[in-house]
């Protein structure tokens, strides 16, 4: 059982990366998936969520407009597409899958799996 992220990398401000978020031994349609992010000396933080069923997201104010999340469940595939990117996106960036399965007006988060991050820097 494991959850992978990858596609971070080295990208100039104003840039885009896309990344991916795919799960081995287990299936990712039971669950709605969370993309989190920590930056050097600051505590982790929610980016995106996309629910189980409807597809329902939500975003960071901080990211809105800016980043999309989706899912390929053919796939077993969750994505962030990110646009626009600015410095203070320079994190390394975390999937989770997430028992409760819808993102919002349910119970709070039951994080379950967590994957490998991604380092994602923007330069200046």
């Known amino acids: 059982v494991q959850l992978q992220a990858s596609g971070g990398g080295l990208v100039q401000s104003g840039g885009s990366l896309r990344l991916s978020c795919v799960a081995s031994g287990f299936t990712l349609d039971y669950y709605a998936i969370r993309w989190f992010r920590q930056a050097s000396g600051k505590e982790r933080e929610g980016v995106s969520c996309i629910s189980r069923n409807d597809g329902g997201t939500n975003y960071a104010d901080s990211v809105k407009g800016r980043f999309t999340i989706s899912r390929d469940n053919a796939k077993n595939t969750v994505y962030l597409q990110m646009n626009s990117l600015k410095p203070e996106d320079t994190a390394v960036y975390y999937c989770?899958?997430?028992?409760?399965?819808?993102?919002?007006?349910?119970?709070?988060?039951?994080?379950?799996?967590w994957g490998q991050g991604t380092l994602v820097t923007v330069s200046s």
């Open positions: 989770a899958t997430d028992r409760v399965t819808v993102c919002e007006g349910g119970p709070p988060p039951q994080i379950g799996n």
